[in-house]
């Protein structure tokens, strides 16, 4: 063994060492790939080691946080994967957290809730931080705070070439500008300064489900409210099979406060179903963990939508088929933007496409490997019929669109040069990749 390797705090794996099937398994079960080392880091020490020997080793570097990625671009072929997992602690100090590179959703939702606190962050509580904010980080707080970028004070980042600095308003100031959107391309943050928020503890979600045939109806009255909808409200609409229709919105707040808008919902009309109901805050940032699960093999798209027209409301009905109830179609959603989200000048941060009105997803999960061509071909057509009224396309979103979607020419090119600077070998390029040779 090298030096590099008996100094290592943590644990390196190997293929046949205990835990190591357990450590390269990630969330879409489509990915079976066998890296030739994980580095289970425990400290800045081993991610400096870990980089340090792939380098030496000329062995390609994954990093995973909580291994979301729809492309599980965190396991590399016989590369090293470096596994932040042990990194996980979450500190809160007043209205800041600092958190572990390696740390989930969940455990920063913990951490700040003992003291009604909150940061924006996902909707699945299993996806890593890292991720998430390092692509933006949209959530429910998102149109009262901002994305999860935006409330970062400062990082600790691990660079390509071992050294450990800091970037903040004040210290790397470009290179803080470039994690804040840019996704993992600048180096491995090790640690997340975020500024926390007096959110309380109570939420409320409010559900209409219609059937199919109402469905166009619903949308247009649904889009209307949305745009008058306080901050504290994110309008969501969703597709389930049959052409099942469901729409309403979540609101992070004393749930008194959203009766008005609970009484502007009539304006739907008479649904088949409704669900309105308080819980907590933690609960809500839960309640999609079983949907978004671990163990199905998983493919998605989505785009950004600058409006919403009659004709883009008709398009994300059909889901790209004939008959959009038929079976075996993927779900469909939409999320509102708006709000904090573009309050932030597009210029000021790597995230791109703050004027969006509504993020569009479309996904579907399965377990049978023989469906793999079927069920991503009925993804792929349902995310071409939006397509002529979307602008770009969050970065976290990335599946086999080519990065320009997610960057305009002028930020793309300010991101090639930062990554020059950073990682001009292009060491960090398992990710939504910024070619520096672009």
């Known amino acids: 063994m090298t030096t590099t390797e008996t100094a290592f705090d943590g644990q390196l794996l190997q293929p046949g060492s205990p835990g190591y099937d357990q450590a390269r398994t990630v969330w879409n079960a489509m990915v079976d790939r066998r890296p030739r080392l994980i580095a289970r880091c425990a400290s800045v020490t081993d991610v400096v080691r870990a980089v340090r020997l792939a380098r030496e080793r000329d062995l390609e570097i994954g990093v995973r946080c909580g291994g979301h990625s729809g492309l599980g671009l965190a396991v590399p072929e016989d590369g090293l994967m470096i596994d932040l997992t042990p990194l996980n602690g979450v500190r809160v100090e007043g209205r800041r957290a600092w958190v572990g590179g390696g740390a989930l959703l969940g455990e920063l939702d913990r951490a700040a809730q003992r003291h009604g606190l909150a940061t924006t962050a996902g909707n699945v509580s299993h996806t890593g931080v890292g991720g998430l904010t390092l692509g933006g980080g949209m959530g429910w707080l998102a149109r009262q705070y901002g994305l999860a970028c935006d409330n970062v004070l400062s990082f600790e980042v691990v660079t390509a070439e071992g050294a450990v600095v800091r970037a903040s308003a004040t210290e790397n100031p470009e290179l803080f500008w470039g994690l804040r959107g840019g996704g993992g391309n600048f180096g491995i943050v090790t640690e997340f300064e975020f500024a926390l928020h007096p959110v309380g503890t109570r939420a409320l979600v409010a559900e209409y489900e219609f059937p199919a045939e109402r469905a166009t109806a619903v949308m247009r009255t649904w889009r209307d409210l949305s745009a008058e909808a306080p901050r504290r409200a994110t309008f969501t609409a969703s597709l ?32 088949r179903e409704s669900r309105v109901g308080e819980l907590s805050y933690l609960d809500l940032q839960q309640r999609d963990d079983q949907t978004g699960r671990h163990a199905l093999r998983r493919y998605s798209k989505g785009h950004y939508l600058p409006g919403l027209s009659d004709a883009a409301i008709d398009a994300f009905l059909s889901r790209g088929a004939d008959d959009p109830r038929q079976p075996g179609l993927p779900n469909a959603g939409l999320q509102a933007y708006g709000g904090a989200i573009a309050d932030v000048a597009d210029e000021d941060t790597a995230f791109s496409y703050r004027g969006t009105k509504f993020e569009y997803g479309t996904g579907i999960g399965w377990t049978d490997p023989a469906e793999d061509g079927a069920r991503m071909a009925a993804a792929r057509r349902s995310a071409r019929a939006v397509e002529p009224f979307a602008d770009g396309v969050y970065v976290n979103s990335l599946s086999d669109d080519r990065i320009q979607r997610a960057f305009p020419p002028a930020k793309l090119a300010r991101l090639v040069a930062l990554k020059r600077a950073y990682d001009p070998g292009n060491v960090f390029h398992l990710n939504p990749n910024i070619d520096p040779r672009a």
Do not use: I, K, S, Y
């Open 240 to 271: 389930g099979q049959g052409g099942r229709l469901e729409v309403g919105f979540v609101w992070v707040g004393d749930p008194t406060a959203a009766e008005p808008l609970v009484r502007r919902m009539r304006e739907l009309g008479r649904p």
